[in-house]
């Protein structure tokens, strides 16, 4: 970039090749050292490479999933004062609700960290599931100020334990998603003698643009039309029990990126909440569900991985919107939010180390040939020579062709292996020789390296293989260095889809990184950021490489660094057991084999004592690459 403009390469070129500012949202910045750091509303900076050092100290491997806490209470912070400050702007007599959807991120240390720091603002959880409303249960006393959001279709069970949940005080809302399910919580409620919270999911006309268009609009699967809402009135007439209506929720889907489609949302539900209470339904409160969209890709735009508002301007369209569209003699409702990308996307990264990296270049490129030469390496030789002088892109098709040929005749057996190495150097030369001298990106993307990374996509970025999802990935280190590569990542899976090769650079999508050569006695850490929401609890284990190790760190004032949680990644043993094998039975069959071997004299007894040894110690080990010393 900077070479472009034959300008020397500086961090700022850095910050923005990575598009660092526009992601980061002001949690990530490069030191004087080239080193990416984390960076707190304090102004405490800590290296990210620090960390982790600080973690393989403590005797932690990569690849290593860092949450940073300070991060998560920051966004918890932020979003509740973008509402705070949008309601006093707006005179507007309602108040809000922030409630963190538990499927977006259900770890333990997560959520709690989430009811630690959103006790102040009565931070309350939304659960879509019974295993989601246990924990949601025991997360939080039930006398608290914090909402209960029960989403999802709901078995009696599912139902019977949010009544009690009710009776016990907290401030549960059933979201109905659909009729049968009404009757249902109708009958167990007058069963149990409870008196619920009701709020009705309506499906909303209004069709958003992104990933997750497919939410929104007539044919999204979830909630009610505008005929099941009035029939959910009539049932509720029925049973006297229209105050227990006391909420509309709509979700338009997840990561919306364009503000204009999140205005016309709240403007589509707005009129349904009038309508409710114009019906007699008691309401209060009106819920968006999720959408908030976060900036993947850095470019504040609206595209789907991108966002073109702040949260400042988020709550700020909510609340205008609300308080234009209803009449001013109604009591303005309380207002309900599911954030949940936003709140915990940027508070997690990966870390991984690059094992090891595969050039296509030519090795060594001869300046003449033997006088029997086969024709097609003659010919190869002279079209190199042309592209020396002036490589374009007919240079390229021409060498395709050869290669072609060359190929056919080792086939053909015309020409030996090393003779087809040879053709196959001076086919990499041409092309190298053709991208130095024009911008052809299709073949960057061909002559790119290939860092292989020690992790795996399916384990801790299923999105980016199973939607396309973009993340960005960031060296820890050497940032004050111009990075001489293009490279994609391949991961530690024998799968050709577990790879990266998509990324925004300098503000475009492109299908290769900049990246640096590694050295050779230096770690070289790949960071992917904003992979704290779906990432953590969607992966699975393929290739059988399991969870990784994870590190919550807090970073004080001082800029020094506490590791607070740790958390260790699956074993071998783990994986295998998760796939329904036993280690001891595993062990013990290992034993009977050997002894069979030295039963018959293939090795001896201390080289089945050896065997064993190194059979247990591989089931206790990481799932991972481990770097040999
Ligand atoms: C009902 C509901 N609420 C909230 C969310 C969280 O959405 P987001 O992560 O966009 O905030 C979802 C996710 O799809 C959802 O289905």
Redesign the pocket.
Known sequence: MSDRHNQPWTPAAAADLYGIDGWGAGFFTIDNHGNLAVTTRQRAKVALKDIVTGALERGHATPLLLRIENILEERIRQLQHSFTQAIATHAYTGSYHGVF?V??NQHQQVVSEIIRCGAPYACGL?A?SKAELALALAAAPPDGDDLLIL?GYKDRQFIDLGLWAHKLGRRCFFVVESLSELHLLLTRALALGIRPRLGARIKLAVKVAGMWTE?SGDRSSFGLDSRQLVAMIDILRRHNMLDCLQLLHC?MG??IPSLNDIRAGVRAASHYYRHLLAEGAAMGYIDF????AVDYGGTASDASYSCNYTLAEYADAIVAELSACLDDELPQPHIVT?????LVAHASLLVFDVIDVAHFEAVAVPQHLDHDAAPVLRQMLSLYRQALISGGTEHYATALQLREELRSCFQRGTINLRQRALGEDLFLAVAQQVANNCAAPELRAQLADIYYGNFSVFQSLPDTWAIGQYFPVVPLQRLDEQPQREAIIADLTCDCDGKLDSFIVGGQQRTTLPLHQPLPDEAYYLGVFMMG?YQETLGDIHNLFGDTHIVSVRINDDGSFAIQQEIDGDSVADVLHSVHYDARQMVAQMRTFAEQQVRSGHITVAQRRQMLEQFCSCLNDYTYYRTTI
Do not use: D, I, Y
């Open positions: 959807p499927k977006v939304e879509g989403n939410t979700h997840s990561q569900g999720g959408g908030l599911e954030s949940g990308r936003a929401a």
